[in-house]
């Protein structure tokens, strides 16, 4: 298996441009995650998906941000417009099940550059 | 709302040493608790998944151990070599797929 799969690994925008980032999970995981990754405040959860469903996307900071998941195997991270305090390392993960019960996986993410 | 905590933040032994990493966490009604691995500029990497059920996991060199009743988790490294310098998180899993993670403790093991 190639693993959980994220695309681009470096994006460097300007601000008010808008950035896709995109995943896609290990075949057969039916739960997958978004997580944004700086340096003050760790590992934040943006959004959880689980059967293609949107579950929880208390993590979304504002409306600039929008994500989909169209099938099982993608999903899009929609930032529109970026800004520079968007700058962060963008992670997707999957896992099989609802429960927690196994081992989450995550992709080699995606950094951001908002100048 | 579960918190985790992961102290210290950074940690530095010599080579061959044995260390322990801690994480504790508020809420003791835990579904799992899972271990990870992560290298500077890259992803996350899975070490260890205890079942709420277990005391602990072994795999190699590691060792996790779990104690729900104290909010308590520890990674035992055994023999530290360079090559395990990364950073190392806890994540604590609620029901319902919420993952809880710590701030992590960056580990430097000098040859």
């Known amino acids: 298996d190639a693993g959980v799969i994220q695309s681009p690994r470096h994006e460097v925008t300007e601000m008010g441009q808008e950035v896709t980032l995109r995943c896609k999970p290990i075949?057969?995981?039916?739960?997958l995650f978004w997580y944004r990754q700086t340096m003050m405040r760790g590992l934040e959860l943006l959004i959880y998906?689980?059967?293609?469903?949107?579950?929880?996307d208390s993590g979304m900071p504002e409306d600039r941000f929008s994500a989909k998941m169209p099938n099982a195997s993608f999903s899009t991270l929609k930032i529109q417009p970026s800004e520079p305090r968007d700058s962060a390392v963008y992670f997707c993960?999957?896992?099989?099940?609802?429960?927690?019960?196994?081992?989450?996986?995550f992709g080699a993410g995606s950094r951001l550059t908002v100048l | 709302k579960q918190e985790v905590t992961q102290i210290p933040a950074a940690l530095s032994v010599p080579e061959g040493e044995n260390l322990v990493l801690n994480c504790s966490f508020t809420?003791?009604?835990?579904?799992?608790l899972q271990w990870f691995r992560q290298d500077p500029g890259k992803g996350l990497t899975s070490l260890l998944l205890?079942?709420?059920?277990?005391r602990e996991q072994t795999s190699g060199r590691l060792n996790a151990s779990l104690d729900k009743s104290s909010g308590r988790s520890t990674l035992y490294i055994a023999a530290s070599q360079p090559g395990d310098s990364a950073t190392y998180l806890c994540?604590?899993?609620?029901?319902?797929?919420?993952?809880?993670f710590g701030t992590g403790t960056s580990l430097t093991v000098i040859p």
């Open positions: 993960a999957s896992t099989s099940g609802g429960s927690g019960a196994n081992v989450l996986t």
């Open positions: 994540a604590v899993i609620m029901t319902g797929n919420q993952f809880y």
């Open positions: 205890i079942q709420s059920s277990q």
């Open positions: 075949s057969g995981h039916n739960s």
């Open positions: 809420d003791s009604a835990i579904y799992n």
């Open positions: 998906f689980n059967n293609n469903v949107p579950i929880d």
